[in-house]
């Protein structure tokens, strides 16, 4: 006896497609065993006079068969079900790998933009430290030849060079990329690590500060 679903089981490859199959055959299953209790409850009656018994042995026998052979059939699909979800499985893990591959040669490539533009910052520092100093010498000769308005207020230069927008961080950020982003924003913030307070009564963006001592406020 052929199973009546057996074209659909041939046809089937995906986990999906066995649980289908074997969703169907519960279905058949399920529809047999209640046309098997009506086949002993016949085969009762014919037992005492109301009825054909060998036919209805017969065809309980058949209906048995049917049973066995959708059980049977039903635990083959199973089987399948399992072994296309295993290997399925293994599909999306080696499909994953190559994608995370990939990913990686990017996030290189990520990490080497990133230490190539640090280098270049550090360079960029180095060279803008050199001449502040220049700068900052040449002040001090103009005070002493007593031409303050040819001094460069290197403060206000600084602050005007580093305003602008900033890039808003994203909302999911690692702790350690956070720490950096936060390092990185304070060099162009005021009262960061390139902004140091300046000394009492000196000049902020052309105003000059007026220092009071406190000996001197009563």
């Known amino acids: ?5 057996a074209g659909h089981r041939g046809r089937a490859r995906a986990a999906a497609d066995f649980g289908a199959v074997i969703a169907v055959l519960d279905t058949d299953l399920n529809d047999a065993v209640a046309r ?7 085969e009762d009656r014919a037992v005492f006079g109301s009825g054909d018994l060998a036919a209805a042995r017969t065809a309980l026998d058949d209906c048995n068969d049917a049973i066995a052979l959708l059980e049977k059939t039903i635990c083959v699909a199973d089987t399948r079900r399992i072994e296309a979800a295993e290997a399925e499985a293994r599909a999306d893990i080696a499909a994953l790998g190559d994608e995370i591959q990939a990913k ?16 270049q910052l550090r360079q960029e520092l180095f060279e803008a430290d050199a001449l502040v100093r220049t700068i900052t010498t040449a002040n001090g000769l103009f ?4 031409v303050a308005d040819l001094k460069v207020n290197l403060t206000a230069a ?6 602008g927008a900033r890039a808003a961080s994203p909302a999911r950020l690692s702790r350690a990329s956070l720490q950096a982003d936060r ?5 162009l913030a005021t009262g960061g690590a390139l902004d140091p307070r300046p000394q009492l009564g000196a000049p902020v963006a052309g105003v000059k500060t ?6 001197a406020r009563g």
């Open 143 to 146: 005070d002493a030849a007593g």
């Open 210 to 215: 007026k220092f009071i001592p406190t000996t």
């Open 158 to 163: 600084r602050r005007a060079a580093m305003t």
């Open 1 to 5: 006896m052929t199973s009546p679903h």
């Open 36 to 42: 098997r209790r009506d086949l002993e409850q016949a």
């Open 183 to 187: 390092l990185l924003v304070s060099l």
């Open 104 to 119: 990686a040669a990017v996030l290189s490539d990520r990490w080497r933009t990133v230490a190539r533009l640090v280098e």
